[in-house]
């Protein structure tokens, strides 16, 4: 199966927030900072702590929502020249090839470590940080369910 893609920004930069969002040490700092701001408006509810308290756990969990939501993935963004380009990709019961105007590489399916599926994008995940987006709407219908079925008798996921 061969598709041609390109990729759209908005869908870009909300593929990026997924990917953050889905690492288990980020919703830990996430978790943690919603914690500590939940109790530091209690100790300011029952007059335990200083006002200062409360405002620096608001702004701490305001910029940490910002960075994860808007600063990080349009720093990926900006950064990763891979987003402008048009790609010409192909899946065989091996691996997967991806090419462009100015080159291509193959990997076989074990070269993977994750594989993770979002209403939008396949994400082809190499190592925690390293991964490579295919985007859902290069495919037709059927298309789909054929990737589905590579990845999972290939992967084994």
């Known amino acids: 199966?061969?598709?041609?893609?390109?990729?759209?920004?908005?869908?870009?930069?909300?593929?990026?927030?997924?990917?953050?969002?889905?690492?288990?040490?980020?919703?830990?700092?996430?978790?943690?900072?919603?914690?500590?701001?939940?109790?530091?408006?209690?100790?300011?509810?029952?007059?335990?702590?200083?006002?200062?308290?409360?405002?620096?756990?608001?702004l701490l969990w305001f910029v940490l929502m910002i960075s994860f939501w808007f600063i990080l993935p349009a720093l990926v963004y900006r950064r990763a020249s891979t987003f402008r380009d048009h790609f010409q990709m192909e899946f065989t019961q091996e691996g997967f090839s991806l090419g462009n105007e100015r080159g291509g590489r193959s990997w076989r399916w074990s070269e993977l470590s994750k594989t993770m599926e979002t209403p939008y994008y396949f994400y082809f995940y190499f190592n925690p940080t390293s991964f490579f987006l295919v985007p859902k709407a290069a495919f037709d219908e059927a298309g789909i369910a054929e990737l589905r079925q590579l990845v999972k008798v290939v992967r084994k996921d």
């Open 1 to 58: 199966m061969t598709i041609e893609f390109s990729y759209e920004k908005k869908s870009v930069l909300q593929a990026l927030r997924y990917h953050f969002l889905s690492r288990r040490e980020i919703r830990l700092m996430i978790v943690l900072v919603n914690v500590f701001a939940l109790c530091s408006l209690l100790l300011f509810y029952f007059k335990k702590i200083l006002p200062l308290a409360f405002v620096v756990g608001s």
